[in-house]
Every structure is written in C-alpha cells, then in structure tokens.
C-alpha cells in the first residue's frame, strides 16, 4: 500500500540539495514509485536546466515501468515553455497515471493549469499531501510571487547583555560576538541566499566583505544602503569577489519608510531571498515596518557593559539550539501586516 506522505517527505528531503542553486525556480524535489518501492528521484537543477519531474522520470532505469508507476512532487508540475519544456507535457508523454502533488504552484503562469492538464488526460491527481510542510519549504518562491518582495531574513548576533557592538573599538572590522561554529553556520546561509544587505555604518565601522568564505557555495549579491554615495571603492564590499548593488537617494527616498521601498526595488531586480546583517538601524527599520519573515538571532557570552542596543521584534519562536557556548534563537513573523 502507498503511503503518500512518506514518499512526499523523501521528495522534500532531496528537494533541499537544490537550495541556494535553483532561483528563480523553486527547489522541487520528485520520486517515481513502482509497487511501493523508488525507482527514480531528481531535485531541480541550476537555473536553466532540467527541472526535478524530468530528472526523476530520467532516472528510472527501465522506462517501460512509468505507465504503471505514481510521481509524487513538492510542488505541481509546470505547463508552460520557460527555460525547458513543460513538466506536465513529459508525465503525459510517458502516461504515468497518477501524480501526488504536495501544493498547488501560485505562480500565475502555473496555478491550476498543470494540475488541469493532467487531470484532462484521465491521470488521477491528488493534492495536498503534507501541504502546509511543501508551503514552508517553497517559502522564498510563495513570498516573491504572492507578496511581490523577496523572503527577508533578518541576522544579528548580541552579546549576552543586549548588545551588538561595543560604542568604540580601536580597529575598523568586526567585534566578534559568536564563536567560530556560529560564524561558519552564517556564511553557509549566505550561500542559502540571494542577496545580503547592510547600512552605510556596518561598512563604514566593519568593512566586511559580506561573501561565502568558510563554506562552499555561491556568492550572494551584496547590498549597501549608501544614501549620499560617501563609500568609496576601497571598502571591501566594492572588491571583485561578489556582485555589489549600491541604493542610494536617487533609488528611493530616504526620508520615507524604506523596507518597502527597498524590496520594491529588489523585487524588480528579481531577487528573492535577502538576508539582512545590519546595523542596528536597519535591521530595526525592517521589524519597525513590519516587512520581515525569519529572524535568526544569535547571544554570545561576551558582555559589553555598553554598546549599540540589538534590535527588538516580537514574533513566534521556531528553533532554539546550543552552538557551543552560543544559543540560537529563530523567529517568524506572524503578524498579518508581514504580508507586505
């Protein structure tokens, strides 16, 4: 007997190897079971190759077995040319007859019509298997097709007694807060992302470089608030490591609330996911405008005595882990006035 929500949990398992590679397409992970057993599975490859459907019916050494066969998929199949063919076309060319799909795909170029043209072959079709677990995997693709800005996430590391930096430091680059572990954990989810933001003072007081040095993966876009264009060349967010998208007051209006703004203008730029690392102004912009859905929050065991305030936000606590002798806090936000 088939047991849908196994096999659509194994579908987001390898679904997560396409995390950081597959925008702007969501990270679809696929299975084709022949009499309860997996016989082919694919997760979406980068941009511009095969999507996760094709890859898994591919797969599947004896091809003769897919007329007898059910696909399961996070997400439902496409129906229209984008970079490759229609998902949809390719299970009806091979005449699998049923196809169990986690949720429907928002995007208006999809939304129903694959589902449609499958059921309109005669293939049995079930939907929402483990919907809301499929929802929150394809969160980056749902909150840039329904909310029209990227998923924001939010990252600040504070020291034990509520701060984020010291009020004065002798040389221009970050006080460390977290132990080494902590810091590696941050730059694989820069590899996660699109893109990381930061204001004019994180550069000016940190120079950071804002790029993927202790992990393996893709560079994000790196983002500077730079209102009256004071940073020059020399800081390190301007080297040839990364991409750097400077915002300055002839992008948006300073002297209006910007969270909006600045994910309008993202939203064009297509990016989908940023991960907002300071200061502490702009991070508290970001919460005071409401425009926020994850904020990952580390506390060190160093004490400032005095410093720069961390941020302050209410939302629902979803993870609590020890990293060594650092505690991790992640949030979500729950408030509806988030849907911006």
Known sequence: MQNHEY????CLQIAQ?????????????????YNDKIIGEGFTSTYGGPHAEVIAINSVEDQSLLSQSTLYVTLEPCSHFGKTPPCSDLIIKHQ???????????????AGKGIAKLKATGCTVTVGVLEA??????????????????????????????????????????????NKYSRQLVHKWR?????????TNTVVQDNPALTVRDWVGNQPIRIVLDRTQRLDKNYSVFNSQSETLRITNSDIDFDQPIASQICDLLYQ????????????????????????????????????????????????????????????????????????
């Open 17 to 33: 190897n396409g995390l950081g590679t597959t925008r702007p397409n969501p990270m679809v992970g696929a299975v084709v079971v």
């Open 269 to 340: 730029k297509n990016i989908n996911s940023v991960i907002i690392e300071g200061g502490a102004k702009t991070l508290q912009t970001f919460i005071n405008e409401g425009v926020w859905d994850e904020a990952r929050i580390f506390t060190g065991t160093i004490q400032f005595l005095n410093g720069v305030k961390a941020p302050q936000l209410e939302g629902e606590l979803i993870l609590e882990n020890k990293i060594f002798d650092d505690t991790l806090k992640i949030y979500a936000n729950k408030n509806e006035f988030s849907s911006r």
């Open 133 to 178: 677990e499929c929802k929150t995997h394809h969160k980056r693709f749902f909150t840039f097709h329904n909310k029209k800005r990227p998923y924001i996430i939010l990252k600040w590391a504070e020291s034990e007694d509520g701060f984020i930096a010291p009020l004065t430091k002798d040389e221009k680059k970050p006080v460390w807060i977290t």
């Open 7 to 10: 096999y659509i949990k194994r």
């Open 96 to 110: 699998i007859p049923e196809v169990v799909i986690g949720c429907i795909d928002d995007n208006p170029e999809v």
């Open 191 to 199: 590899a996660e992302e699109q893109a990381i933001l930061v204001g």
